[in-house]
Every structure is written in structure tokens, then in C-alpha cells.
């Protein structure tokens, strides 16, 4: 992108210190391209005295040091990362998303202004390719080579913008990376191309040039537009907790003070509808949460005092107080922010093909084409200009346009494919590391299940018994209230006034009846059997024995035949839930999974994701919750149903609509095939290097026929990648 007129910060002035006299600083980094960008970064870092951790997010460019000592050394450790090349900012969520959104505007107009370019000298070029010199004349050719030249040299001057400053910035500080040998090959291949344009030469080499830009700057798009999905969550779930909080103090007076004033034994004033500022313990009264950051559940907790509360849970039923236990910092959603941090630090360091091949190609490329110069010019006896062209030809004939659209390609086409059959892929490697799997974690509650209760038990109520309960859940938003409704078809109900007891239930008067609709202590029989693994509401009314209403929360559809077939293809199924184990072991041994844990709270689901990391195993986590959010992002690879929370569907690398399961099979199928042609397709392009390249550097190739070749081999990588299409089962 265009550069903006660099800031001056005083860095010092962001930096923060905890308890223990350790001072962090938060930045954003601009210009990270690849794993070397940030090992060099946080080498620099972490060899300076006192440097706790530098530690660099490759998909935010989120950049967090850590120091003991003066708070004024920020700005020295800022200096060391801008002395290596790179822009530094105070971290800046939204500034960063900006300056994403017009990157890739850049990206996109440099992308088309060498695909016009492209398309426009490449039908000059069929014109010089169909006749000769005899038959046009040498006027003709070099008003051709001329009117290339005019359309090439302004297009790959701006078009050419992201590869030059990557170079030029890589050169400065005595390194080079994979945009250097770009650079000098189109910078050569444009010169020579003008120097025999001037002196009546009988081959230009403009189209090669153009063809080489468009080639490189699909696969740079799709690169970054892959990496700006990947954003990171954990900003977005701090977000939660900004905002004020409703302190009580002596003398009964509310003060609103902001949420990270927040201090431990605080009494905090929670309004219905707000979210706790703090982990607490509520002092009286009793009121229903939205318990979903802990349990995964849709379903309200009753909490009453006494009980603990935690940030991020939202207040439903009354007005409460709580007494703070941690403040915002150390609490429970702090911590699920920590663990996806330590989570996505995990993925930054993950390396793809494309990168490792990279990282050898740039320095052979190199050392080859100045080898041939040299060789030619000194010991084969040739002038200069003609030793420079062959060492021109081999830059063009080894260029990267089919290592660079190995991978770019087959993504496409498998996202596009994916998209077709409702999975979105967010992330540029997600169907890389989909591939290498070989277990699935799945969490219970909107992901093997729809997370919407339906009545089941129709078979033991009358009609008038649905009808008195669907009339007083009317009046409730409870999740089992609007099953009730739901299940009743009758339209007409009950014109009747409902007071509502938070953790009880409903009650209402009619013709002289009282009728609740809740729990089983408050309406019900405690003596009937009870299902642990049931949801149930109780309806009382008077003069009639109490009618018991149970529910489920229905398994999706094909869950059964879905997990099935991933079990026969070779995976391990683990079930992971906050909800009771009770249930979580019905819907376990109805769809055969046996590994199963329920009861667990994000902090233990991460802990058993971590333990089956360390055991080996290349993990796919698929939830929906706000607590899956960080194993999620710790996983291999993570999945997420449309109808899941926004943290979650932000934190997933790969997100599907529908209820049904079916998407997962679909896309792992996908992955593997993906991963064979993306394979293929380097070993296509390895091929072509080991046939061409010996060629070139003997001087049996020209220019002409670089460009030709180094189209071919892109043209052959485009057509293998098609035969994504040619298949729809199973991979063998």
C-alpha cells in the first residue's frame, strides 16, 4: 500500500506494569511477511538484557514484549524492531484493520493493472510470434516492441510496488527474502527488453515480464487475503468487558467507573440485561445467567447467594449485587483470552510448504544466474550484453509462477467447491493442516446437537395440559419456555396475568385455579423418576396431579452416519462439553463416541486438548460456545457452525451452514484431495525446473522461449489443480 508519513510515538507512555515490576508493551508491526519475519524480530528481541518474552502474532502482527527494569526502555525496544526494517505502532485493533482493508485495496488495483497489461501485450506478442522480420519489417517490429514498451514499463511500475519495497526494505538490512530474485527478474527482463527496443533488437521481452507480475501478485492476494481472516479473537472477546461498571459505596451511592477500574471486594449494581463486570459472589437474591461462557449451554443457570458469578455472563431475571472476587483482569474471560493468545502464538509458528520451498529457492536462483553470467561472460567467450541475457533467461525460466500458484490454485478451487456445499474456509492453510488430522474433538451442545430443546414426551399430557403451560410460557423468553410454544399448534391461548419467581418458575390464576409452570421442587412431583440426562419442566394446577413436560435437544440429523464414516476413514472421536456428564453420556453412547467428558469449563476443555497434543495426535475441534473459543484456536485445525457465536465462528478457520454434520466430511474430503494435487503440483513444477533450467544456463533457450515455458509450466499447475473436479467420493 501506498506509505503513510511515519508517526512519532513516545512508546513509554503504553507501557503497562503489573504487581510484580514486569512491564509489557503492546505493538503492531507492519511489513511481516513469512516465519523469518517474525523469528528475526523476536531473536532481536529476546537477546536484549532483562527481556522477559518478545512474542510476535503472524496473523494480528500483534507484537508483545515483556522487560523488567525501566518503563522508558519501551522506546529502545521499539527502536531494535524498526531498525530491522519494519513500521512500529502502538497496537491499534481498529487502525490495524483499516490499514488491512486498504492493503488489499492496493493489492487488488495492482493485480489489475498487470492483468490489463498482461492481456494487452500478449496479443502484440501473437502478432510478433506469427510473422518475422522479413515478412513485417523492421519498422513494424520495432514500433511493436514500442507500443509494448509503453503499455509494460508504467503497469509494472506500479504494479510491481509490493514486490520492489519488500525487496528494497529486505536489501537494506542485508538480507533478501523471495521478492529479490522477483524484483531483479522482471527489473532485467524490462531493461533488456528496452535496451534491444533502443537498439532494433529482434526480441522484447515485455510479455514475460507483465505475465510474471499477474502470475505472482493472484498468488500475493490470496495469500493476504487469507491472512486477514485470521485475525485474532481474542481481541474481539476483550471487547466484552470494555465499558463502565455500577460500583455501590458507602451510603448507598452508585458511582459508574470503568470496568478496568474494577478492584477486587467492590460492590458492583448488575442490571437485567447486563453483563458482570468481574468474577463475584452474588449477596442476595437470586436471578437466572446466560452461563454460555462457562457450560457452552443456551440454557439460563438459576445462581442465588452465595453463588459465584463470572465476567462476561449476562444477567437475565433481576437486578443483583455481587461482591468482587477478581477483577477483569484475572478473571475467568482474562484467562480464556490468555489461552487463546498462548493458542494462536502456537499457529504463527506453523510453516507451510510454499514458505519451506521458498526459503531454498531464493539463494539458488541467485547464485545460478549470477553463475551463468559470469561463466559465459568470462570463460565462454561471449560480450557482456549477451552473457546478461542468458542470466536473464534463467531468472525468467526459473521464476516461481508455478511454485507460487502450487498451492494459491487448488485453494480456490477447493474453497470454491466448499462454498457450493456451504463451508466457508477462513484461513489460507486450514485445509493443509485439515489433512493432517487424526483425531476430532467435538463439543455436545449447537454442534452435535441444534441447541434448540423440543418437547418430546406428547404421549404424557392432555391437550389442555400443553395448552395451560403454552399459555404462561408465552410470557417467558426461557429457552424450554419457547420449546412449549413451539410444540403448541393450537394458536389460542389463555388470556391470563404471569408473575415470574427467578428460579422457580411461571405462575398465573385462572377461574379460581392457580397454575405454575417450572421447576420440580417448586410445581412438581419429587417423587417421579427423574432422568438426569432429561431437560423437564413441571406444570401444576390446582386440583389436578402435577403433569411433567421433558425435552431433549435433538441430534442433528446425519450426526450418527457422519461420525461414522469418519471413524471407518480412520478418526478418533472425543466428546467435550461443559454440560451435564449425565447428558453428555446419552448423546455419547447414542452416537457411539467412547471417549466422552462432560462438566468441564473452558480452562479444563484446553488442558485436554493440550494433553492430546502432547501425546501426538494433529487435532480438528469443532464447536459452537463461547468456552470453545480457545481450543478453537488451539486446535490443528477448528471448525464452527453458522449458527454458532461470533467469537467462535472469528476464531474457526473454517465455519458451515446448515444443521446438518454432513459439511465436516465433505471438507476433510476435500482437504486430503487438495493436499495430493497441491503435492503434485510442486513436483510438476520441481520437474520443469530440473528439465529447464539446464537448458537455459547452456544458452539453448532464449528469452522468448523462458517466457513461453515459464507460462507453460503455470498453465500445466492450473490444469492439474482442476482435477480437484474430477471426483466426488471418498479419497482412497
Not at 145 to 162: C, D, F, K, R
Not at 360 to 380: K, M, N
Not at 554 to 576: F, N, Q, W
Request: glycine share 8%; proline share 4%.
Amino acid at each position: 500500500m501506498p506509505p503513510d508519513p511515519e508517526a512519532s510515538y513516545v512508546f513509554d507512555a503504553f507501557v503497562k506494569t503489573d504487581d510484580k515490576d514486569v512491564n509489557s508493551l503492546v505493538l503492531g508491526v507492519e511489513g511481516v511477511h513469512c516465519a523469518a519475519c517474525i523469528q528475526k524480530i523476536e531473536s532481536a528481541l529476546n537477546r536484549e538484557p532483562d527481556v522477559k518474552t518478545g512474542r510476535l502474532n503472524f496473523s494480528t502482527r500483534r507484537l508483545t514484549v515483556e522487560w523488567m527494569g525501566p518503563r522508558a526502555r519501551g522506546n529502545e525496544l521499539a527502536a531494535i524492531v524498526g531498525r530491522l526494517g519494519y513500521r512500529v505502532r502502538p497496537f491499534d485493533p481498529a487502525a490495524l484493520r483499516e490499514g488491512s482493508a486498504a492493503e488489499e485495496r492496493f493489492l487488488l488495483i495492482c493485480l489489475a493493472v498487470a492483468g490489463f497489461a498482461a492481456g494487452n501485450i500478449m496479443m502484440i506478442s501473437v502478432g510478433l510470434w506469427a510473422s518475422s522480420q522479413e515478412i513485417m519489417g523492421m519498422a513494424m517490429r520495432d514500433f511493436m516492441h514500442w507500443m509494448a514498451a509503453v503499455i509494460a514499463l508504467p503497469a509494472i511500475s506500479y504494479a510491481g510496488q509490493p514486490f520492489f519495497r519488500s525487496a528494497w526494505g529486505a536489501l537494506k538490512q542485508g538480507r533478501t527474502n523471495m521478492d529479490v530474485p522477483i524484483s531483479l527478474a522482471v527489473i532485467l527482463a524490462c531493461g533488456m527488453s528496452l535496451y534491444e527496443t533502443i537498439h532494433h533488437g529482434a526480441h522484447a521481452y515485455f510479455d514475460s515480464a507483465t505475465m510474471l507480475m499477474f502470475f505472482l501478485l493472484i498468488g500475493r492476494y490470496l495469500d493476504f487475503r487469507a491472512r486477514r481472516s485470521a485475525r485474532s479473537s481474542a481481541t474481539d472477546l476483550l471487547g466484552m468487558l470494555s465499558g463502565t461498571a455500577t460500583v455501590i459505596e458507602d451510603g448507598q451511592r452508585p458511582r459508574v467507573i470503568p470496568i478496568k477500574d474494577v478492584r477486587e471486594d467492590m460492590i458492583l449494581q448488575v442490571a437485567v440485561g447486563e453483563k458482570m463486570p468481574a468474577d463475584g459472589i452474588l449477596l442476595e437474591g437470586s436471578t437466572e445467567v446466560d452461563a454460555s461462557l462457562i457450560t457452552g449451554e443456551s440454557l439460563p443457570q438459576t445462581v442465588k447467594a452465595g453463588d459465584a458469578v463470572f465476567a462476561g455472563t449476562m444477567n437475565l431475571s433481576v437486578p443483583v449485587r455481587v461482591r468482587v472476587s477478581k477483577a477483569s483482569d484475572d478473571s475467568l474471560l482474562s484467562d480464556i483470552v490468555r489461552l487463546m493468545e498462548k493458542a494462536e502464538q502456537g499457529q504463527a509458528q506453523y510453516v507451510r510448504l510454499a514458505d519451506k520451498a521458498a526459503r531454498l529457492y531464493t539463494p539458488v536462483v541467485h547464485t545460478l544466474a549470477a553463475a551463468t553470467f559470469l561463466g559465459w561472460w568470462l570463460l565462454g567467450g561471449l560480450v557482456w550484453q549477451e552473457a546478461l541475457m542468458i542470466a536473464v533467461t534463467v531468472l525468467i525460466i526459473t521464476c516461481p509462477c508455478a511454485l507460487g500458484l502450487a498451492v494459491p490454485v487448488v485453494q480456490v478451487l477447493a474453497t470454491g467447491r466448499l462454498m457450493k456445499r456451504g463451508v466457508l474456509v477462513k484461513s489460507g492453510d486450514a485445509l493443509e493442516r485439515l489433512a493432517g488430522i487424526d483425531m476430532a474433538l467435538f463439543d455436545k451442545t449447537g454442534t452435535l446437537t441444534l441447541g434448540r430443546p423440543a418437547l418430546e414426551n406428547s404421549d404424557s399430557y392432555e391437550d389442555e395440559d400443553l395448552k395451560y403451560a403454552a399459555s404462561l410460557a408465552a410470557h417467558s423468553r426461557h429457552p424450554l419456555s419457547k420449546a412449549v410454544v413451539s410444540a403448541y399448534d393450537d394458536g389460542a391461548f389463555l388470556d391470563v396475568a404471569v408473575q415470574d419467581y427467578p428460579g422457580k418458575g411461571l405462575e398465573s390464576t385462572y377461574k379460581g385455579q392457580t397454575i405454575r409452570l417450572g421447576s420440580r421442587v417448586w410445581c412438581g412431583d419429587e417423587k417421579a423418576p427423574h432422568d438426569p440426562s432429561k431437560l423437564e419442566l413441571w406444570l401444576s394446577v390446582s386440583g389436578r396431579a402435577p403433569v411433567r413436560f421433558l425435552f431433549s435437544d435433538p441430534l442433528r440429523a446425519d450426526a450418527r452416519t457422519v461420525l461414522d464414516e469418519l471413524k471407518d476413514e480412520g478418526l478418533s472421536l472425543v466428546l467435550l462439553s461443559g454440560d451435564r456428564k449425565e447428558a453428555v453420556a446419552a448423546v455419547a453412547t447414542d452416537l457411539g463416541i467412547d471417549n466422552a467428558q462432560g462438566g468441564l469449563s473452558p480452562v479444563d476443555k484446553f488442558a485436554a486438548l493440550e494433553t492430546l497434543q502432547k501425546q501426538g495426535h494433529k487435532l480438528l475441534m469443532v464447536g459452537d460456545g463461547l468456552n470453545d473459543a480457545p481450543v478453537l484456536a488451539g486446535a490443528d485445525v477448528s471448525m464452527s457452525p453458522s449458527t454458532a457465536i461470533d467469537i467462535a465462528q472469528n476464531t474457526a478457520d473454517i465455519v458451515f451452514m446448515g444443521d446438518k454434520l454432513y459439511p465436516i466430511r465433505e471438507a476433510w474430503y476435500v482437504s486430503r484431495k487438495t493436499q495430493k494435487l497441491v503435492k503434485q503440483n510442486f513436483a510438476l513444477a520441481v520437474l520443469y525446473n530440473m528439465i529447464a533450467v539446464p537448458l537455459a544456463v547452456t544458452g539453448l533457450v532464449t528469452p522468448l522461449i523462458a517466457a513461453l515455458a515459464m507460462s507453460g509450466s503455470s498453465l500445466i499447475v492450473v490444469a492439474n489443480s482442476f482435477r480437484l473436479h474430477t471426483r466426488k467420493g471418498a479419497v482412497s
